[in-house]
């Protein structure tokens, strides 16, 4: 039983309905009452020009004895009243919560609307208390304008005037060394897979680019392009100049020690002239149009370098056996010159 005391504010024209109150009502609880295999038809309703503007209260049936059903709801109506979407659902099984969709499978699982060829949808935008969306904003977002196709984006926009920031990535890990059985763990791990949980053998595994421009590229086989997205069968592949303080080749190639060996046949001068003539290149050195067609490899080069200047040393020295011989020799020739022209001036 309801006594005027506790209804204030009411007029003497009702709606069409069993308890009406139009001003302010108190009471410690309002219920609606649905059998359970009716769950979804218990709802708060708010009006508006006497039509629904949104609804509050439970969606599905339940079944059995588990927790499943009678989830909470946030409904939409149009203007005139009739049904648009439930835009929010709490699963009462395990507390997910779904944003425009009914069936979340996460503890938050939001369902963006469709892109359009003018602008990806965001699925969510975080910003800043006294600084504009404009200025500064975190988005997830669809990164693509194609229709009916979706590529999760993480968009950041900083605000710190005077510093170049846009997004920050902080891993914060343990220090201490990698584990055997886990030589890959990092503070900060990006792993590339296919959508089997299998590595990727064609699709490239990470890259950075600059609106477009690609600055630095990992291709599936591991192979590094940087400046270039074609590394090829090369490990590393630089489209541009190379800077560094020092540069370590290390090779099982034979390092050509051996040239000083006493039975190694060095080439004599007459026949590497005689090749120099036909070829116009060191014997083992490759040609200008072998370079340019196939580069070279530095630590082969080092080797074939090394091994023509222990060549032409072997050359000097014996040259310079030769000159000892020549100057010993001239100097007895003078000598016997000097005696000679000593007796027949006698």
Same mark, same amino acid.
């Given at each position: 039983?309801?006594?005027?005391?506790?209804?204030?504010?009411?007029?003497?024209?009702?709606?069409?309905?069993?308890?009406?109150?139009?001003?302010?009502?108190?009471?410690?609880?309002?219920?609606?009452?649905?059998?359970?295999?009716?769950?979804?038809?218990?709802?708060?309703?708010?009006?508006?020009?006497?039509?629904?503007?949104?609804?509050?209260?439970?969606?599905?049936?339940?079944?059995?004895?588990?927790?499943?059903?009678?989830?909470?709801?946030?409904?939409?109506?149009?203007?005139?009243?009739?049904?648009?979407?439930?835009?929010?659902?709490?699963?009462?099984?395990?507390?997910?919560?779904?944003?425009?969709?009914?069936?979340?499978?996460?503890?938050?699982?939001?369902?963006?609307?469709?892109?359009?060829?003018?602008?990806?949808?965001?699925?969510?935008?975080?910003?800043?208390?006294?600084?504009?969306?404009?200025?500064?904003?975190?988005?997830?977002?669809?990164?693509?304008?194609?229709?009916?196709?979706?590529?999760?984006?993480?968009?950041?926009?900083?605000?710190?005037?005077?510093?170049?920031?846009?997004?920050?990535?902080?891993?914060?890990?343990?220090?201490?060394?990698?584990?055997?059985?886990?030589?890959?763990?990092?503070?900060?791990?990006?792993?590339?897979?296919?959508?089997?949980?299998?590595?990727?053998?064609?699709?490239?595994?990470?890259?950075?680019?600059?609106?477009?421009?690609?600055?630095?590229?990992?291709?599936?086989?591991?192979?590094?392009?940087?400046?270039?997205?074609?590394?090829?069968?090369?490990?590393?592949?630089?489209?541009?100049?190379?800077?560094?303080?020092?540069?370590?080749?290390?090779?099982? #190639?034979?390092?050509?020690?051996? @040239?000083? $060996?006493?039975?190694?046949? /060095?080439? *004599?001068? &007459? %026949?590497?002239?005689?090749?120099?003539?036909?070829?116009?290149?060191?014997?083992?050195?490759?040609?200008?149009?072998?370079?340019?067609?196939?580069?070279?490899?530095?630590?082969?080069?080092? #080797?074939?370098?090394?091994?023509? @200047?222990? $060549?032409?040393?072997?050359? /000097?020295? *014996?040259? &310079? %056996?030769?000159?000892?011989?020549?100057?010993?020799?001239?100097?007895?020739?003078?000598?016997?010159?000097?005696?000679?022209?000593?007796?027949?001036?006698?």
């Amino acid at each position: 039983m309801i006594s005027n005391a506790q209804i204030l504010n009411q007029t003497t024209l009702q709606s069409g309905a069993n308890f009406n109150i139009d001003g302010i009502g108190r009471a410690s609880q309002f219920r609606t009452s649905t059998t359970t295999a009716g769950a979804g038809s218990g709802h708060y309703m708010l009006m508006q020009n006497s039509a629904y503007r949104w609804g509050l209260g439970t969606a599905n049936a339940e079944s059995g004895t588990n927790p499943q059903g009678s989830d909470f709801a946030l409904f939409a109506y149009n203007n005139d009243g009739s049904f648009i979407a439930r835009y929010l659902t709490v699963m009462r099984s395990n507390g997910y919560m779904g944003v425009n969709t009914v069936s979340p499978t996460a503890q938050l699982h939001v369902s963006g609307l469709p892109s359009t060829e003018a602008e990806p949808v965001a699925l969510a935008k975080f910003t800043y208390t006294n600084v504009s969306e404009a200025e500064a904003v975190l988005r997830i977002t669809n990164g693509t304008y194609q229709t009916g196709a979706y590529i999760p984006s993480i968009i950041g926009r900083a605000y710190s005037p005077g510093r170049p920031y846009g997004i920050a990535l902080n891993g914060e890990a343990e220090d201490v060394a990698p584990p055997p059985l886990e030589p890959y763990s990092a503070a900060v791990m990006l792993d590339g897979r296919s959508k089997t949980n299998a590595r990727l053998t064609n699709a490239n595994v990470f890259t950075v680019n600059s609106y477009g421009t690609s600055l630095f590229m990992v291709k599936a086989n591991g192979n590094v392009g940087i400046g270039t997205t074609a590394p090829g069968t090369n490990k590393l592949a630089v489209e541009g100049t190379i800077a560094a303080r020092r540069v370590k080749v290390t090779q099982a #190639a034979t390092w050509p020690d051996y @040239v000083f $060996e006493q039975d190694y046949q /060095l080439p *004599s001068l &007459q %026949k590497t002239e005689a090749f120099i003539r036909e070829n116009k290149h060191l014997p083992e050195v490759p040609s200008a149009k072998e370079v340019a067609e196939n580069g070279q490899d530095l630590g082969d080069m080092n #080797a074939i370098l090394l091994k023509k @200047v222990e $060549e032409l040393t072997l050359h /000097l020295i *014996s040259m &310079q %056996k030769e000159i000892t011989e020549v100057k010993a020799t001239n100097k007895a020739l003078m000598m016997e010159l000097k005696t000679i022209q000593a007796a027949v001036n006698k």
